[in-house]
């Protein structure tokens, strides 16, 4: 079997001793899943991961941006570009792809004590693990993992021909398999909540009698996420092995990240960027001791990793591919430049090499080695790199221009589809009144076709949305007006008074460096009735 390639997902119970039997019990995996991955734990019991892949093939860098955080979460969710990756080489429908898994479900007041045999109470319970510290999950996830490897050690994910291990998420990982990661679309990843709001009860529980009624709740009684993830926003919040940071990876290190609400947030306040700083310990001031903090709205979920460097090919092959991936697309991930128009990233990668020159130039001179010809060379270098950006600049005008036109032509057909609905509804009354049935039929076919076209020229318009935002708010006051100039020339005065709309929706994505897909399609479909913006 090729090393780089996970074992089948379905774990067969003769593969195992008596003492390591995966009988896949109910409790365990209430809704099952056909690619549900699957490891025993000692007793029979077994813990149930989904895959979560990133969507970029398989190259030895590749990572998929993303961005955490959403403006609704103030200052500490403020939307902040990251890179995610993989943990093992999968077979993901027709390609390789890199995945990780992640916890199926929070982890169960049964697995946690039949691994740490800590709470005999709780054998059978399936209600989330909770009043649990960080340190006891810790030793739980030490305990486990020692027994995998020691019992069940073919059926673990293995990468480079090393088994994987167990660990808590990041709050990137965390974040990005609640929000549905690769299996969503741009504009659904961009959801405050993984689905749309008026089903939230459908899938977490919260606070209230309309959810939780304020009680903890067992695993897996509602829907999943896109992933098939359950109750990954609400019941408990979950624990992860990030350090908290206000911007996410850069300023001082706190507590532990948890993220998402528990079944005592309100219904407004659940959202897939939702985090919490938690404390390692809790100071007793009456009696001045200290404790290991715990918290009944507190649990976790497990995650299933491996080793970046598990051998020496990997390792040479990494350094191979170092420079091409380092002067390709690594060029967008800095923290500095991760959400900043493309004209400011060149501004920035500009500055640096400018610096370079500098530091370069100066190393000549100390060293008396900077000849006449020499310097000329690096003053020209420092012009070019000038010029470049100066092209960049005119480059991104152009480019802001063409996807305002895409945007105000996809808004303009989404309001001219949406205005059919209404008239072919009044045609199925009268056909249903005339008990003309084939007619009917085709009639209801044809509002199914225009709402799918109404579908994909949203995500069309998200997407122009999203790659406008690329560019300086110069580049993109220019292409409005070059476009109202266009427009007007043509004698579309209609399309003039609705591209207002996209003015708005584009200021909204760049201040927020989110799409709102509902929002904006309620906006364009009922224009012009509210065109008073």
């Known amino acids: 079997m090729n090393r780089s390639i996970l074992i089948p997902f379905i774990l067969v119970a003769f593969f195992f001793s008596t003492d390591v039997r995966c009988d896949q019990k109910k409790n365990d995996n209430p809704q099952p899943l056909p690619d549900d991955f699957i490891l025993p734990m000692p007793n029979g019991r077994t813990m149930t991961f989904r895959p979560v892949c990133i969507g970029e093939g398989s190259e030895s860098y590749a990572w998929k941006r993303i961005r955490l955080g959403d403006a609704s979460g103030g200052y500490k969710e403020s939307p902040t570009g990251m890179a995610i990756g993989g943990a093992f080489q999968v077979e993901n429908t027709d390609a390789k792809d890199w995945c990780y898994y992640i916890g199926k479900y929070e982890v169960t007041e049964d697995q946690l004590q039949v691994i740490l045999k800590n709470n005999p109470e709780k054998k059978g319970s399936i209600f989330p693990a909770n009043n649990i510290s960080w340190f006891e999950v810790q030793e739980f996830i030490q305990l486990y993992n020692n027994w995998l490897y020691n019992n069940a050690l073919k059926v673990i994910p293995k990468y480079g021909g090393v088994p994987g291990y167990i660990r808590l998420p990041t709050e990137t990982e965390w974040e990005f398999a609640a929000r549905g990661g690769s299996k969503v679309t741009s504009a659904e990843f961009d959801r405050k909540v993984p689905f749309p709001p008026d089903e939230i009860t459908k899938h977490e529980w919260f606070a209230g009698p309309k959810s939780s009624h304020n009680k903890l709740k067992k695993i897996g009684i509602l829907k999943p996420?896109?992933?098939?993830?359950?109750?990954?926003?609400?019941?408990?919040?979950?624990?992860?092995?990030?350090?908290?940071?206000?911007?996410?990876?850069?300023?001082?290190?706190?507590?532990?990240?948890?993220?998402?609400?528990?079944?005592?947030?309100?219904?407004?306040?659940?959202?897939?960027?939702?985090?919490?700083?938690?404390?390692?310990?809790?100071?007793?001031?009456?009696?001045?001791?200290?404790?290991?903090?715990?918290?009944?709205?507190?649990?976790?979920?497990?995650?299933?990793?491996?080793?970046?460097?598990p051998n020496r090919q990997i390792s040479k092959q990494l350094k191979n591919d170092w420079i091409s991936y380092r002067q390709g697309i690594a060029q967008s991930f800095p923290a500095a430049a991760s959400t900043s128009a493309t004209s400011n990233q060149t501004r920035i990668f500009k500055s640096d090499a400018t610096l370079h020159l500098d530091r370069i130039k100066q190393e000549l001179e100390q060293s008396g080695t900077l000849s006449n010809s020499l310097d000329q060379e690096i003053s020209l270098l420092a012009v070019s790199l000038q010029d470049i950006q100066f092209t960049i600049q005119q480059a991104e005008k152009d480019s802001a221009y063409a996807w305002i036109k895409i945007a105000g032509e996809q808004a303009y057909f989404i309001y001219k589809e949406s205005r059919k609905i209404p008239v072919l509804k009044k045609v199925q009354m009268s056909a249903e009144k005339l008990g003309r049935g084939e007619v009917l039929k085709k009639l209801k076919q044809r509002e199914k076709e225009i709402s799918l076209n109404i579908k994909q020229a949203m995500t069309a318009y998200t997407d122009s949305i999203r790659q406008l935002g690329t560019s300086s708010n110069a580049s993109i006051e220019d292409g409005f007006s070059r476009y109202v100039v266009f427009l007007t020339k043509h004698n579309a005065q209609e399309q003039v008074d609705q591209l207002k709309h996209v003015r708005l929706h584009a200021e909204q994505y760049i201040k927020t460096k989110r799409t709102e897909l509902e929002t904006w399609k309620k906006e364009l479909i009922d224009w012009p009735e509210n065109s008073k913006i």
């Open 225 to 309: 996420n896109a992933l098939g993830i359950h109750d990954i926003l609400g019941n408990v919040m979950e624990m992860t092995r990030s350090l908290y940071q206000i911007e996410y990876y850069q300023g001082r290190n706190g507590g532990f990240v948890a993220k998402g609400g528990h079944y005592l947030t309100n219904a407004k306040q659940l959202r897939s960027s939702l985090r919490t700083e938690q404390e390692f310990y809790t100071f007793d001031t009456k009696n001045k001791k200290v404790h290991k903090s715990k918290k009944a709205t507190l649990g976790f979920r497990l995650l299933i990793s491996s080793l970046v460097f």
